[in-house]
């Protein structure tokens, strides 16, 4: 990881070397914190946050059902992405606002530790190796967190605990990403990425009560499909479905629009990536890239001096 000079913490803009915790704060024992990760992308006008409101409404969303009280507001929220940005100067970038519980009681009830916010932005590339080609993936071992378990619903740093067995899983065995299914048998998601299938000209993907997390992401892409008139379906997948369907890709903020090869060594369609999958990854490149009209204001611009016009690392 590229460190950055500032990290924002409570409000305020400190070293980011001081963004520490003790060892005993209620975060490290039982993972209670709720996060986001989102892109700020070089446009031809400066740099511009992907969908910020909608990234931090899902993090306060996260929060609520965690009942964690934020003491920040959505445009605070976003207003502080943007200054740290500005301040450290870093762009494009990748941006990860936490809210976490702090330092206060050892034990699960949280309620008398507090809530600390911090923001870092740092450089950081393709998440996906060999993405412009399509990734080679399985089927996990590990399946997507049971119903009424942990929230689905909620970006929080536990069920990402979940996410890493099935990543391991899948590295360990040759293969890019794993794809993990609900606890009924039917397709839910990668360990960080959301999942559509191209089959017969039509878009599916898995219904949020497939154990699907809300991606920022997919509801872009959906958009996108529908504006080429690609009929977009929210129904259970069968996990067979996966072998034979024409196009596979995942959407992330990290996989962007990633298109998938194979699935445990069958592969998807010819192997490429499809045209419909290439289009959608044309559209959405397009806008985050500035080479075509923000007609659904996905981008918001981050102010910056003059003399930061050409970004750090450029």
């Not at 089927?139 to 391991?168: E, F, H």
């Not at 089959?199 to 992401?217: A, D, E, F, Q, W």
């Not at 892409?221 to 890709?249: S, T, W």
């Amino acid at each position: 990881m590229e460190k950055t000079e500032k990290i924002w913490h409570n409000g305020r803009l400190i070293a980011w070397d001081d963004a520490q915790i003790h060892v005993l704060s209620h975060v490290v024992h039982y993972g209670s914190s709720v996060f986001e990760g989102l892109r700020c992308y070089e446009l031809p006008q400066g740099p511009a946050l992907f969908r910020p409101h909608e990234h931090i409404q899902r993090l306060l969303d996260s929060a609520k059902i965690y009942r964690m009280e934020v003491p920040y507001t959505r445009e605070q929220m976003v207003q502080a992405m943007a200054e740290l940005i500005a301040a450290n100067g870093v762009w494009p970038c990748y941006v990860r606002p936490i809210a976490l519980r702090g330092y206060g009681e050892l034990g699960v009830i949280p309620f008398k530790c507090p809530v600390d916010v911090y923001i870092a932005n740092f450089s950081w590339g393709k998440y996906l190796a060999e993405a412009e080609h399509g990734v080679d993936v399985c089927v996990s071992s590990w399946t997507r967190l049971g119903p009424n378990t942990l929230p689905s619903m909620a970006k929080a740093a536990a069920n990402y605990m979940n996410s890493q067995l099935i990543k391991m899983d899948a590295m360990l065995n040759g293969y890019a990403e794993g794809i993990a299914l609900d606890t009924q048998g039917y397709v839910s998601e990668g360990s960080g990425e959301n999942l559509f299938v191209v089959r017969n000209g039509s878009l599916y993907t898995p219904p949020l009560g497939n154990s699907v997390l809300p991606g920022i992401t997919r509801d872009a892409v959906i958009r996108l499909a529908k504006d080429h008139c690609i009929p977009v379906v929210e129904q259970i997948v069968p996990r067979e479905l996966l072998y034979i369907a024409d196009e596979l890709f995942f959407t992330g903020t990290a996989a962007e629009v990633t298109a998938i090869r194979s699935v445990d060594k069958i592969v998807v369609g010819k192997g490429t990536t499809g045209p419909i999958t290439r289009t959608l990854q044309k559209d959405f490149f397009a806008i985050v890239e500035g080479t075509a009209e923000d007609k659904y204001h996905w981008l918001t611009p981050v102010p910056v001096r003059a003399s930061q016009e050409q970004p750090v690392g450029a």
